[in-house]
């Protein structure tokens, strides 16, 4: 991509059709909406903090007075909502590492209502807390961030690949089920230094990343399934084009078909979308052997 614009490096980077990259880009996107308006405040222009206290607080998931009652919205928007440089850049260094295991292993469909599952568990479990606890325990701060839905993908892959080892700088090869127990501790030992909310969406998006394998290892239902036949609806209601008008072609002399099957080119294409929608374990044995076959050749 040398040479090439910056403009041109994002298209690249979105059409990469890795929800993992999708993601990030919106995050990062309202991060940078948001701190383009503290710059503009820092130099004390006015309409910059309107407009910034306006975007934020219809962004954050408001618990306090009943704020959610009248921006039910923030279940959803408070999960692409940072603020500091370092809560976002940890943030979407581990929705990078976790984001793209959980999408090699269970396909690319799963990883935005994945996404949305364990961000919105994670909000449901701050506004339970939140109404079940003392004031003096929960004071009810507004919401934000990606930490709960990353949470998820944590859990969820180490759920999945517990035994898979990741180089980690200063500690070496770590299992992936011990970091996630590691992550877990961490939250809860600095429960007294504050962020008390952050850390109960974190356990809420833990608990659904966790649950969320082992209901789909068990009885085979998943529970990304309705936002996926929701997503895909969305898609084709947009992608919709007049049916063209059918005629016979030619039949062409030179063509010549064995046995009705696709060409290794045709059939590879058809795996590789096979395993990038929905995990290298979605192919069966044969396919498993042919393109272990042909990528030997």
Request: aromatic letters at 12%; charged letters at 15%; proline letters at 5%.
């Amino acid at each position: 991509m040398n040479g090439t614009s910056f403009q041109s490096d994002i298209k690249y980077w979105l059409r990469q059709d890795n929800s993992v990259n999708r993601l990030m880009f919106v995050n990062i996107a309202v991060f940078l909406v948001l701190g383009i308006l503290n710059l503009l405040i820092f130099f004390r222009l006015g309409p910059a903090v309107v407009a910034h206290d306006f975007i934020l607080r219809n962004l954050q998931l408001n618990v306090a007075g009943n704020g959610i009652l009248y921006r039910p919205w923030g279940i959803i928007t408070y999960m692409f909502t940072h603020e500091g440089l370092f809560h976002i850049f940890f943030n979407m260094l581990n929705l990078f590492w976790f984001g793209n295991i959980f999408r090699d292993e269970l396909g690319n469909k799963r990883v935005l209502p994945l996404y949305l599952l364990g961000g919105i568990a994670g909000g449901l479990i701050y506004l339970a807390c939140y109404y079940l606890l003392p004031p003096s325990v929960l004071p009810g701060g507004p919401l934000i961030g990606a930490s709960a839905s990353v949470m998820t993908f944590l859990l969820a892959s180490a759920t999945l690949m517990p035994n898979l080892e990741l180089g980690m700088l200063f500690l070496g090869h770590v299992k992936l089920k011990w970091l996630a127990v590691g992550v877990l501790i961490i939250d809860l030992i600095v429960i007294p230094q504050g962020n008390f909310g952050g850390i109960l969406a974190h356990l809420g998006g833990s608990l659904l990343g966790f649950s969320y394998v082992r209901i789909l290892k068990g009885s085979g239902t998943d529970l990304c399934a309705p936002f996926i036949r929701l997503f895909e609806w969305i898609v084709n209601l947009f992608n919709r084009q007049p049916t063209p008008r059918k005629f016979k072609a030619k039949k062409s002399p030179l063509r010549v078909v064995r046995n009705n099957e696709p060409s290794h080119a045709a059939r590879l294409d058809q795996l590789l979308d096979k395993i990038n929608e929905k995990g290298y374990n979605s192919l069966t044995a044969d396919e498993k052997q042919w393109l272990k076959k042909y990528s030997d050749e």
